[in-house]
């Protein structure tokens, strides 16, 4: 059936549609597009025969938006976005913003704060009777006890403070399509509490013994410290948090339980990976790859992602400030070749389509096709990362496959430029020569983004990132490339300030390499502890879980801001707080070293020695 999915009650009508099985309530615009995680399952349970409608961004002030759709068959799904609700609300400086990129005209207050909670009162509200099953990243990131930032406290679990029946971490696909079968199929939620990717509240007597020893197919319980614990002990915090880590393998996973007081949270074990097959079929699904026709405004995040094209998912990179481990997982699910041309060439025929794809990738680009060579040793693998801090000796880092879909995508009919904005790893890069190729002569569009976030050793180390070593070998790959090809290309370095472990001494350091590499950029991001990651866990408890030993934190906004300026030393605007810096960590000798007394604004390094050289 095509056409978008409805709506108001009268687009349901218009199907033939009298009574709909499965609502989802999204703090997002409703672009039919599978970049985005509530169209893509409403389709995918509409391919399975259920009756599925959406309420985008309702006004959460009063119940009557919650009502559009009528009442479900089945349940509610909640999602509060793309985002979590209080990343897209504020700043790392916990200030308000003004814009909302998934909103139409790109307006600010359009959802709640903390929109998963807000939205599923208000259904609770207006039917008290049906359930709520909460997803998304908001849901999926805070399914433990975690640290709230702008609070700055710890909350409990988000399935107690919304009081929803059922919550689905991680990719939604195989858990949804489970609990729709059966419910349809007559079992009542009470008796649903195995499913794969999803989190109920329990009590004691459900769940046997703890601590039980995985199997090869997993298997057991393990008990992490309660919520009670966790909010008053940083260190039980962070064994918590370690605890839960380890257990993200799909295959070798235990159920994870954290008492709430007298209840318990109780996760069930990841959901599996989907095959190739499974992931063809999503991606075929009947998307208009539109906004909703309803829609005046343009919606900035349609305008990003409309000309893209997703080939996998999963990244076993392991940054540590990165939530996609507990998320998305760190196996790779991609795409076939097939599947991935079928849409490059219907994405040829829309009629706004002018020849230029935005980007042809996923979490990370190059892992593309990659997996574990030995299928024995990854159901039992722990590790949160494959290439850090080395490249697993059983890691399939071969880049022919990616590199034939590239040349293929480039060479339809109708593309006339190819460009890969997904991240990419340089250090990977190093074992994949035919990709590097690739991506330097045909997919750079003069600036190639990459994400060294750090070139301090220490604090690298901590943000489970490559090395300097690593970033410098690629910059001089890459510059004799563009060089040899004739082409102006330039590197822009992605840069994080205020990382757990990270000094102003270290932000100097960072400044003076760039200066060595003749690099300058214009922005630099501050670290923001969203909930869920390795790198916020040290954050607050000023502990590195893995270890056991101390973090420095950077503490207030005087600290970060100094931080942040050193790095952006060629800025007039910058040129006291630098100063200031200097002064800190005793090296006035550095201001000579970086020209901060005659700073002018810069741009990035040319690729090539041809080139003019910047200033």
């Not at 029946?165 to 990719?171: A, E, K, P």
């Not at 991606?283 to 208009?288: K, M, N």
């Not at 996998?312 to 998305?328: E, K, L, P």
Request: hydrophobic share 35%; charged share 25%.
């Amino acid at each position: 059936m095509t056409g978008h999915l409805p709506i108001h009650l009268d687009e349901a009508r218009a199907k033939g549609w009298n009574e709909l099985d499965v609502i989802f309530v999204s703090g997002d615009a409703y672009i039919d597009h599978p970049a985005f995680g509530v169209p893509l399952l409403a389709r995918w349970l509409e391919a399975h025969g259920f009756r599925v409608g959406i309420i985008p961004q309702p006004d959460w002030r009063s119940k009557e938006p919650f009502v559009a759709l009528g009442r479900p068959r089945l349940f509610f799904a909640v999602s509060a976005g793309a985002m979590d609700s209080m990343v897209a609300h504020y700043t790392p400086a916990r200030k308000l913003r003004h814009d909302d990129a998934y909103t139409p005209g790109n307006c600010h207050g359009a959802r709640p704060n903390r929109a998963t909670i807000i939205y599923t009162s208000r259904l609770k509200e207006a039917y008290r009777d049906v359930p709520v099953v909460i997803g998304g990243i908001e849901a999926s990131l805070r399914r433990f006890a975690h640290y709230d930032y702008w609070e700055n406290k710890v909350r409990r679990s988000i399935l107690f403070d919304a009081k929803a029946d059922l919550l689905v971490y991680g990719m939604g696909e195989l858990p949804l399509l489970e609990l729709a079968r059966r419910l349809a199929g007559g079992e009542s939620f009470a008796e649903i509490r195995s499913i794969r990717g999803t989190c109920r509240v329990g009590r004691d007597a459900e769940n046997g013994p703890l601590s039980g020893a995985p199997d090869s197919e997993g298997g057991g319980n393990v008990l992490i410290p309660s919520f009670d614990d966790v909010a008053i002990d940083k260190k039980q915090f962070a064994d918590a948090f370690r605890l839960v880590y380890r257990e993200q393998n799909p295959f070798s996973a235990r159920t994870v339980i954290q008492p709430h007081g007298d209840r318990l949270l109780v996760c069930n074990p990841p959901s599996l990976p989907l095959n190739q097959a499974d992931m063809d079929r999503i991606y075929a699904l009947p998307f208009e790859k539109t906004p909703h026709p309803s829609y005046r405004e343009p919606i900035p995040a349609w305008d990003q992602i409309k000309t893209s094209v997703t080939t996998h998912r999963g990244c076993f990179g392991g940054c540590a400030f990165c939530a996609i481990t507990m998320h998305q997982g760190k196996l790779i699910q991609s795409r076939s070749d097939a599947s991935i041309i079928a849409e490059v060439d219907a994405l040829a025929r829309q009629d706004w389509f002018r020849g230029s794809i935005s980007d042809v990738g996923g979490p990370t680009a190059n892992m593309y096709g990659l997996a574990c060579k030995h299928p024995e040793a990854m159901r039992h693998c722990r590790r949160g990362s494959c290439i850090f801090p080395s490249i697993c000796a059983h890691l399939e880092t071969a880049d022919k496959r990616a590199v034939s879909l590239l040349q293929q995508v480039r060479n339809r009919k109708g593309v006339k430029h190819v460009a890969i904005s997904s991240g990419v790893r340089y250090d990977l890069m190093e074992r994949q020569p035919g990709y590097f190729r690739e991506l330097v002569g045909h997919h750079v569009g003069g600036l190639l983004k990459v994400a060294p976030e750090h070139l301090g050793e220490h604090v690298t180390a901590l943000m489970r990132k490559p090395g300097r070593k690593a970033f410098e070998r690629f910059f001089a790959r890459f510059r004799e490339e563009s060089a040899r090809l004739g082409k102006r290309q330039y590197i822009v370095p992605y840069l994080m300030s205020g990382h757990p472990g990270c000094s102003v001494s270290d932000m100097l350091e960072l400044a003076l390499a760039l200066k060595k590499l003749g690099m300058t950029v214009e922005q630099v991001q501050d670290f923001t502890p969203t909930p869920g990651t390795l790198s916020t866990c040290m954050y607050y408890t000023g502990i590195d879980p893995e270890t056991g030993k101390a973090v420095f934190v950077p503490a207030g906004d005087r600290e970060k801001g100094l931080q942040k300026a050193l790095v952006l030393w060629h800025q007039p605007g910058e040129r006291n707080k630098v100063l200031e810096a200097l002064r800190e960590v005793g090296r006035e000798d550095a201001a000579v070293m970086l020209g901060v007394s005659n700073s002018m604004p810069g741009r990035p390094y040319p690729a090539s020695r041809k080139t003019k050289k910047t200033r």
